[in-house]
Nanobody, 129 residues
Framework: VQLQASGGGFVRAGDSLRLSCAASGRTSSAYVMGWFRQAPGKERDFVAAVTWSGGSTNYADSVKGRFIISRDNAKNMVYLQMISLKPEDTAVYYC???????????????????????WGQGTLVTVSS
């Protein structure tokens, strides 16, 4: 599975932004799609994940109520709609895919970068105060 993230940019606090992730290759094996982010000097953190059907989602506490993850399997796309952005949301955002369906059955499976086998190149989001 190949992933290409886009949509990052420079915005002000309170603004909205939508990230997109285009998937290609063996997308049928991408049972779980996720977004992670990495701020300068920090570890890569989980942001949100969605199952193949799009019927189940999971969010980091820091983004609940502000970010929405969705996927369009017909277009092989995953989106991250972000509203009420804060300066602390500034990071490089990565989309990722996991091919182990059992990863959804545990918190670690959904949120650990180690559980995701495929990664995109990242897109930078900068939120000014």
């Amino acid at each position: 599975v190949q992933l290409q993230a886009s949509g990052g940019g420079f915005v002000r606090a309170g603004d909205s932004l939508r990230l997109s992730c285009a998937a290609s290759g063996r997308t049928s094996s991408a049972y779980v799609m996720g977004w992670f982010r990495q701020a300068p000097g920090k570890e890569r953190d989980f942001v949100a994940a969605v199952t193949w059907s799009g019927g189940s989602t999971n969010y980091a506490d820091s983004v609940k109520g502000r970010f929405i993850i969705s996927r369009d399997n017909a277009k092989n796309m995953v989106y991250l709609q972000m509203i009420s952005l804060k300066p602390e949301d500034t990071a490089v955002y990565y989309c990722a895919a996991g091919s182990n369906i059992r990863m959804w059955f545990s918190d670690r499976g959904k949120t650990s970068p180690d559980e995701y086998a495929y990664w995109g190149q990242g897109t930078l989001v900068t939120v000014s105060s």
